[in-house]
């Protein structure tokens, strides 16, 4: 158990539809990360929420965005849902300023499905 | 071209063979390095860190060639077990990952 929680498990929404994925970060950890996994492909990085603000941001339109939450907690949200935002949605926490060679653990993701 | 790029497979071998997976990376900035193992439908979990000097860990041994940028995994005596999609990952900068697109390995009786 990595102590990250992602809730809901699994969701299916219509195109055009809104959404909100949810991240508990695990104690003691106040940097949450974003990450996007298409079927057939590696993870990519959505973005960053360190202090309650984007801290880094990947290659993603502005109709995905987040929140983070004074107990490091996080949302992701996603406008206006595409069918290729279909995929598995990881999250991950980490302490700022953990050595650059810790790896990240992630939760057990929400599977997004737009019909 | 992708910043971490692995051969897709898949790699079918028999129950105790020995496979290596290779991955390349472009952006010469990389500071650390992982391999992650992922199992159908189940998030990532990591699987080893990888370090210039070569570590192992039971019967993987990753390795890590900066000139060349490239990063190795190597399975001995696979197991049933070790089926699975294995990721091979890049930090550049603040925890903020690059993934390839995974290889996929299956073993077989």
């Known amino acids: 158990e990595t102590g990250v929680t992602q809730s809901p498990t699994h969701l299916i929404k219509t195109r055009g539809q809104q959404v909100t994925l949810r991240c508990s970060s695990q104690?003691?950890?106040?940097?949450v990360s974003w990450y996007q996994q298409a079927l057939g492909q590696g993870p990519q990085f959505i973005f960053q929420?360190?202090?309650?603000?984007?801290?880094g941001r990947g290659n993603f339109p502005p109709r995905f965005s987040g929140l983070q939450f004074p107990n490091y907690s996080s949302e992701l949200n996603v406008n206006a849902l595409e069918l290729d935002d279909s995929a598995l949605y990881l999250c991950?926490?980490?302490?700022?300023?953990?050595?650059?060679?810790?790896?990240?653990?992630f939760g057990n993701g929400t599977r997004l499905t737009v019909t | 071209r992708k910043e971490v790029e692995q051969d897709p497979g898949p790699f079918n071998v028999p129950e105790g063979a020995t496979v290596a997976f290779n991955c390349t990376y472009s952006?010469?900035?990389?500071?650390?390095f992982f391999w992650y193992r992922q199992d159908c439908r189940k998030e990532p979990k990591l699987l080893m860190s990888v370090y210039s000097s070569g570590n192992e860990d039971g019967r993987f041994t990753a390795q890590l060639n900066r000139a060349s940028q490239y990063i190795s995994l190597l399975i001995r005596d696979s197991k049933l077990s070790d089926s699975a999609t294995y990721l091979c990952?890049?930090?550049?900068?603040?925890?903020?990952?690059?993934f390839g697109g995974g290889t996929r390995l299956m073993v077989k009786p």
């Open positions: 104690s003691g950890h106040n940097t």
């Open positions: 929420y360190y202090r309650e603000e984007e801290n």
């Open positions: 991950a926490s980490s302490p700022r300023g953990q050595p650059r060679d810790s790896p990240l653990h």
């Open positions: 990952v890049v930090n550049h900068a603040g925890n903020m990952l690059t």
């Open positions: 952006n010469s900035a990389s500071q650390s």
